[in-house]
Each structure stands twice: as structure tokens, then as C-alpha cells.
């Protein structure tokens, strides 16, 4: 196997000549709108005008990294041996020649061609080779215990972050990824360019109503133009600017502007609020009906975060796609031991729908792993986080989430608060996989400033707790592969080990079928053809 080295040196002298020129509003927007989830101080917001200058150095470092090295694969390659697994076929397995040749599968045969013209040849002989994974639910710009008031402090760390996060999701084998809020392109245009990096769509700017979650993260004056695609409510017109035009932010204006902006999906909120922030206005059933009308009517999802009884009804009764969470907030219930009947009656129209489910038990799992003193020393945390991050995470000051949270709660009680949460979506959980429910893989990294969501290991993390849930390991398959990319619309690109497809495979020691931690046994990793090997992308290799 040949071996590829991804990375150069940023010019530094880049870097710094740039400052000034990035300070434009877009950047202002990818700032705020990462601020994450209502955790962060008045005096953090107040912080961030202050802190803009950096930024602009920030965001010139992530550009300064389409400096690229040219790939020196050959055009064909043939996967010689491995036991082929493919979700369409309801087998645990053959062995199958995959011949690879530019960025697509191009056959796929029980036996090999007398002669192989030049093709490099892979043996994976005891191997499993699936399809590349997908992941539809990641922010790719958003750092665990570093929100964007933060970054002024720590441009060295973030730079190195930002760097390693499309090598992380590819060092856990997800070649696609489903960014679900983007405020400002260029950043993820820098990641869509670097040397190794996984396939990346987007929703575009999602469609928050004024004011609603999750704008209120934002200084009030700047949130429609963070939040460009704010959305005008039919049924509450008193509460839209009289500033802003409202035509432009009818709900179809808006989700054209998704569609022409390259978008795949629309994006919207439920949230009714949490932690310092409550009693947020929410989408009222017309609007959401007028946002799921336009949806339909260009054939893109609608994925709607909602984690709550009423908010999941509230999904249901208006016809949105995907849900962008499980349901851990059982509200009267929140106590109860069993399924409450409120609870089944919804999962069960979710079930009869077949409405796409996110489960993400990682925003809650992350939460609790603040409070396990022995997290950061896992071998696997290195993998995916720079070393001078690594050490940075073991800091006081980077602690500040973890005590904002606790307000000087036990780590013990903390944990075991987490844990109660996370009891009732594993509950809804295994209700949805005994009912063969539409489990879509998307694991929301990170959903808020925690280090227990961290880029491609947190993946890994949500596969074992929807296993220890109960879905099975056939259903997890199925919902990071071509159950994701037929939601996405990407089914005729990706998903499945089929000539004519998009060469994204992952080579696996063990069998996905067999064990979750088949996942944990990446051999290599092929996106569009390109042979990348794990340690390569590991971060202490950057
Ligand atoms: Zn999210």
C-alpha cells in the first residue's frame, strides 16, 4: 500500500498579511451563528466584537490550506478478496473483485480478469469492504470548548482544529457529510478543497423564525444577516421586522435561495429553548406547512430539530422529512420508567410515515462525557484532535463548559443526570428499531461547545450507543449508507458497492455485521477512487 503525505506547511506570512481583509459580513455570520446552543455569557457575546480582527486571521489560515498536493494514484485499482457487504443485498457478505477505476466503482465480480492491465492491486483477503459511511448531520466549523468568542484567544488552536476535522470524519470511514447550518461557505469551501477530505453537502443557511432558536445566540441587530433565510410566519407577521422586506423571507424565497445556493436539504427549528434561553418563538403549522410545500415541490428534505413530545408531534402533524434528533425530552414524563403512552403514540406514527430518524445520543452522551475524568486519556481522543489541543482540552480554562453546566454539581451527579436523559432516547430507540423504524445516521458534531463530540470519533461513539439501544447492526448499516444517501437524494452517487458508483468504500479488519467494533477496524478508506490509510490521517500526522 502506498502511503500519501496530505499536508504542507501554512504559510504563516500568509496568514498574517490577510488580516484585515476578512472582516466582511459573511465571516460576522460564521462567527455568530456558531455560538452554539444558549450556553455562552452576555460577556462572551459582548467579547466577540472585540475579537473580530482575529477572526479575519482565522479564517485566511483555513483558506491557506488549499495549498494541495496532487494525488498519485493510478487510474485503476482492483480490492482483491474482501467479503463484499452492500446493504441492497440482504446477505452478511461475498467475496467480490472491486475495480476501481478514476472516482468510480466500475465492476464489481466474483472472479479476477486474466489480465489485470496495470492496475494496482489491494488484496483484502479476510477483509470486509463496505460502502463509505455518511453522516448526515455535522457542523463542520463549529469547536468543541471553543466558541467563537474564544477563538481570538487561541488562532493556533483553531487553525489546527480546522485542518484536521475532514481527516477525522475520514479516519472513522464517513466519506459524506451533511452540514446542517451554514452561515458563511467559504470554510467549508476551504475544507471541500484540502488534500483529503470526505464528500460535503449542505443545507445552506437553515430557516429559523425571527428571533427564534437558534438566532437568539446572536447580538439581536445581527441576526437576519447571520440568518439570511430567517423566515416571515403567516400566523405571526407582528412579530417580523418591519426593517426587513418580507417578501424576501417568505418561506419559498428562502429555500430557492438554499437550492440555488447548492443546498440539499432545508433545515428548521422546534425549540421552544433550554438552558438560559426560554420560551423562544416557534414555527407556527402554516409556516411549517408553506416551508415543507416548497421543500416538496424542489424534492429536498425537511429536517426539523426536535427532541420534545410536542415538538416531534408538531413534525408529524405537518409532514417534515427527517427529524434532526431523537426524543429525550419527555416533559410530565420525564420521570417515567417505561415508554408513556404519549411517547408511543407518536413513535408510532413515525414509524407508520416513515419519517427519517436521527437518533444523535451522542448530544446527550457528549454532555456526560464533560463529567469522565478519564476521557481525554483515551487513545482513540488522539486519533482525531491535535496534540496542542489535546493538551489545551487538560487546561482550567478550557473546563469553563463543564462547570457552566454543573454550577458546582458533582461530576457523580452530573453524570447521573446525563445518564437519565440519555435512558429515555435509548427507550425510543429501541422502540423505533423493534418497529423497523427509517433510522437515518447522523450524529449532530458537535452540537454544542462539549469535547465529548469530537469530528469522526464521536461517529464511532453514536454506532455504539444505538447498538447498546437496540438497533441492530444490520439497521446501523442501512442508516449510515444507503438509508442516508436515498434521504439525501444521493442514492445514484453513493451508498452501496455497485458499478457506476462513486468509489467510497472502507476496508474493514472485521465485519460490520458481526460487531460494532468492525467500525474500529479501518484498514483503508477510498474516496472518489483516492486510497487513504487511517494513520495517514490521524492528527498527530498532520
Ligand atoms: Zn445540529
Not at 164 to 180: A, K
Not at 509 to 535: A, K, M, T
Request: hydrophobic share 40%; proline share 8%.
Amino acid at each position: 500500500m502506498r502511503r500519501h503525505t496530505f499536508w504542507v506547511g501554512i504559510p504563516r506570512a500568509l496568514i498574517v498579511v490577510g488580516a484585515e481583509a476578512a472582516l466582511s459580513v459573511p465571516t460576522l455570520r460564521n462567527v455568530i451563528s456558531s455560538l452554539w446552543t444558549g450556553r455562552i455569557s452576555r460577556d462572551d457575546v459582548r467579547a466577540l466584537g472585540r475579537a473580530f480582527s482575529t477572526f479575519g486571521i482565522i479564517f485566511l489560515g483555513t483558506l491557506s490550506l488549499l495549498t494541495s498536493i496532487a494525488s498519485a494514484d493510478a487510474a485503476k485499482t482492483w480490492i482483491v478478496g474482501a467479503t463484499v457487504i452492500s446493504p441492497e443485498r440482504p446477505d452478511s457478505g461475498r467475496v467480490l473483485q472491486v475495480l476501481i477505476d478514476g472516482d468510480r466503482i466500475s465492476a464489481v465480480t466474483p472472479t479476477l480478469p486474466a489480465d489485470l492491465a496495470g492496475a494496482v492491486v489491494v488484496h483484502a483477503e479476510g477483509q470486509y469492504l463496505i460502502p463509505g459511511l455518511m453522516d448526515s448531520h455535522v457542523h463542520l466549523t463549529g469547536i468543541p470548548a471553543i466558541p467563537y468568542p474564544m477563538r481570538a484567544q487561541h488562532p493556533d488552536l483553531v487553525e489546527a482544529y480546522l485542518r484536521q476535522v475532514p481527516r477525522s470524519f475520514l479516519r472513522y470511514g464517513y466519506t459524506t457529510v451533511v452540514d446542517l447550518i451554514v452561515t458563511d461557505p467559504r470554510p467549508l469551501q476551504a475544507m471541500r478543497e484540502a488534500p483529503a477530505h470526505p464528500d460535503i453537502y449542505d443545507c445552506g443557511g437553515a430557516l429559523p423564525v425571527p428571533n427564534g432558536y437558534p438566532t437568539q445566540n446572536a447580538p439581536a441587530e445581527y441576526r437576519f444577516r447571520i440568518f439570511p433565510n430567517t423566515v416571515i410566519d403567516p400566523a405571526h407577521t407582528e412579530n417580523f421586522p418591519a426593517s426587513e422586506d418580507p417578501t424576501a423571507h417568505a418561506a419559498r424565497a428562502a429555500v430557492e435561495r438554499i437550492l440555488k445556493g447548492g443546498g440539499i436539504c432545508v433545515k428548521t427549528f422546534f425549540e421552544r429553548g433550554f438552558g438560559r434561553d426560554r420560551n423562544l418563538p416557534v414555527p407556527s403549522a402554516d409556516l411549517m406547512k408553506q416551508i415543507v410545500v416548497a421543500a416538496g415541490s424542489a424534492h429536498v428534505p425537511v429536517l426539523l430539530h426536535a427532541n420534545s413530545i410536542e415538538a416531534q408531534t408538531f413534525g408529524v402533524d405537518n409532514g417534515i422529512s427527517i427529524f434532526a434528533h431523537g426524543m429525550w425530552n419527555w416533559g410530565p414524563y420525564a420521570g417515567s420508567e417505561a415508554l408513556p403512552p404519549e411517547v408511543l403514540a407518536i413513535l408510532d406514527r413515525i414509524v407508520e410515515r416513515s419519517i427519517g430518524y436521527q437518533a444523535t445520543l451522542q448530544v446527550i452522551a457528549g454532555l456526560q462525557l464533560l463529567y469522565d475524568p478519564t476521557y481525554l486519556d483515551r487513545p482513540d481522543v488522539r486519533r482525531v484532535i491535535p496534540p496542542a489541543l489535546l493538551t489545551w482540552y487538560r487546561s482550567e480554562e478550557a473546563q469553563w463548559y463543564k462547570r457552566d453546566l454543573a454550577q458546582g454539581a458533582p461530576d457523580a451527579a452530573m453524570r447521573e443526570r446525563y445518564g437519565a436523559t440519555l435512558q429515555r432516547g435509548s427507550r425510543v430507540v429501541k422502540y423505533l428499531a423493534q418497529h423497523h423504524a427509517r433510522f437515518l445516521f447522523g450524529t449532530d458534531t458537535p452540537s454544542g461547545p462539549t469535547i465529548g463530540n469530537l469530528p469522526g470519533l464521536n461517529g464511532y461513539l453514536e454506532m455504539q450507543r444505538l447498538v447498546d439501544a437496540g438497533l441492530s447492526l444490520r439497521q446501523l448499516l442501512e442508516a449510515a449508507t444507503l438509508r442516508n444517501a436515498k434521504a439525501f437524494g444521493l442514492d445514484d452517487q453513493i451508498g452501496t458497492v455497485q458499478p457506476g458508483k462513486r468509489a467510497n468504500l472502507v476496508l474493514l479488519g472485521r465485519s460490520p455485521l458481526e460487531s460494532v467494533q468492525g467500525y474500529d477496524s479501518i484498514q483503508g478508506i477510498w474516496v472518489g477512487g483516492r486510497h487513504l490509510l487511517p494513520g495517514d490521517l490521524e492528527a498527530d500526522r498532520q
